[in-house]
Each structure stands twice: as structure tokens, then as C-alpha cells.
């Protein structure tokens, strides 16, 4: 039990000395993730549709 309780002293601790980002930066990063997750979604699936299409006329 004693392990534990100092397992949970040592989360809290290390918790305190992360740097949080604050809102404009946070808003920033997910802004970006959310572009990079759009134009990589439309970059596979358009490969997916060409490779679609020529599979479809070499039948």
C-alpha cells in the first residue's frame, strides 16, 4: 500500500511541473492537427481513387 500511495505522490508531483499550454496555443495545435488530418484524408483517398480508377480500366 505504501508503494502505492508513493507511486500517486510522485504523479502529482511530476503533474506540477508540466507547462501547460495556455489557450491561444492550444487552439493554435489543434487548428493544425485538424488541417493536417483534412489534407492527408483527401491526399490517401485521392491515391485510393486513382489507383481505383486504373484498376478499373486494366480489367
Known sequence: MKKIKSFFKGIKKETKMVR?????KLFKYSVITIVMLVFFGVYFYGFDALFALVRGLLK
Open 20 to 24: 501547460w499550454p495556455d489557450g491561444k
